[in-house]
């Protein structure tokens, strides 16, 4: 399906951005953090290509990254995280 709408709509589409960001939910659901981590980043950086830093879509993904990676326990990639978006 991603790729589907990747070749469809491009990779920064918001439908395509959207689906990269509904399957890190279902590896995080998973406890696949690692997997999960890589997709909201993904879906994360389309977004602030496409729509900006303060968008609040670009922000929800941002919170959910941040989620993310704190039950990952990876604390250097979320402290780069809050540097980039301090209202985390």
Same mark, same amino acid.
């Given at each position: 399906a991603? &790729? *589907?709408k !990747? =070749?469809?709509m491009g990779k920064t589409h918001p439908d395509t951005l959207n689906t990269v960001m509904n399957i890190a939910i279902v590896y995080a659901m =998973? *406890?696949?953090l690692e997997n +999960? +981590?890589?997709n909201f980043k993904k879906a994360l #950086? *389309?977004?602030v290509a496409q729509l900006g830093k303060d968008? !609040?879509?670009t &922000?929800?993904?941002a919170k959910n990254l941040a989620k993310c990676l &704190? #039950? +990952?326990g990876d604390t250097e990639k979320l402290s780069e995280l809050k540097r980039e978006f301090p209202c985390l």
């Open positions: 991603l &790729k *589907g !990747e =070749k469809m =998973k *406890g696949d +999960a +981590a890589e #950086d *389309g977004n968008h !609040e879509t &922000k929800t993904m &704190k #039950d +990952a």
